[in-house]
């Protein structure tokens, strides 16, 4: 069975730090671009990053950069999202998923059950 | 940065019926753009790609047309499962942005 599964969410201060991680496993995770998406409560979805199969192109979207940095270990079939000088607006659920693709087109499936970072003093 | 809009933000409808929903970019994203089905509490679920490929798996009830900058979504006879959040994404240019969702509801 292909299956995403994040961890690593929780309450942290505004200006702390968290660590997600997300474990695949049911398909060759080296394989595949990966991407992490975000919920804030009662909100809509917001791409947050994107990291190639080798982890030399990334892309971020602009509220996160310089703040979070998305990185994978192949090896261990994981993915993470490294978050620092977290602010409230941050506050949200966690999605990871994989990128498919078909010549230009992308698409992200299958997702995480999410994660939630709550952000606040 | 690409602005996705959809309309309506929501809907009511009953068993049945046929819906359509719409998104579209602030600039041409050629057909590089997919449709997600989100239930309360779960993760969202791919419904199409490209546009107007239905993702394997996927009751052919649900369909997606258009290319440039308008696109719309159709469900042709609402079941009780399809009452959820739609939501476009363009991954014709990065920043990826997503629409804003359209809520399905049941009248």
């Known amino acids: 069975e292909v299956q995403l599964v994040e961890s690593g969410g929780g309450l942290v201060q505004p200006g702390g730090s968290l660590r997600l991680s997300c474990t695949a496993s049911?398909?060759?995770?080296?394989?595949?671009?990966m991407t992490w998406v975000r919920q804030a409560p009662g909100k809509g979805l917001e791409w947050v990053a994107n990291?190639?199969?080798?982890?030399?192109?990334?892309y971020y979207v602009d509220s996160v950069k310089g703040r979070f940095t998305i990185s994978r270990d192949n090896a261990k079939n994981s993915l993470f999202l490294q978050m620092n000088s977290l602010r409230a607006g941050d506050t949200a659920v966690y999605y990871c998923?994989?990128?498919?693709?078909?010549?230009?087109?992308?698409?992200?499936?299958?997702w995480g059950q999410g994660t939630l970072v709550t952000v606040s003093s | 940065a690409i602005q996705m809009t959809q309309s309506p933000s929501s809907l009511s409808a009953s068993v049945g019926d046929r819906v359509t929903i719409s998104c579209r970019a602030s600039?041409?994203?050629?057909?590089?753009l997919s449709w997600y089905q989100q239930k309360p509490g779960k993760a969202p679920k791919i419904l199409i790609y490209?546009?107007?490929t239905l993702r394997s798996g996927v009751p052919s009830r649900f369909s997606g047309s258009g290319s440039g900058t308008d696109f719309t979504l159709t469900i042709s006879s609402l079941q009780p499962e399809d009452f959820a959040t739609y939501y476009c994404?363009?991954?014709?240019?990065?920043?990826?942005?997503f629409g804003p969702g359209t809520e399905v509801e049941i009248k």
């Open positions: 998923a994989s990128v498919n693709d078909y010549g230009r087109s992308e698409w992200f499936d299958p």
């Open positions: 049911g398909f060759t995770f080296s394989n595949s671009w």
């Open positions: 990291i190639r199969q080798d982890g030399g192109e990334i």
């Open positions: 600039q041409d994203i050629r057909n590089d």
């Open positions: 490209a546009a107007s």
């Open positions: 994404l363009q991954d014709y240019i990065y920043p990826f942005t």
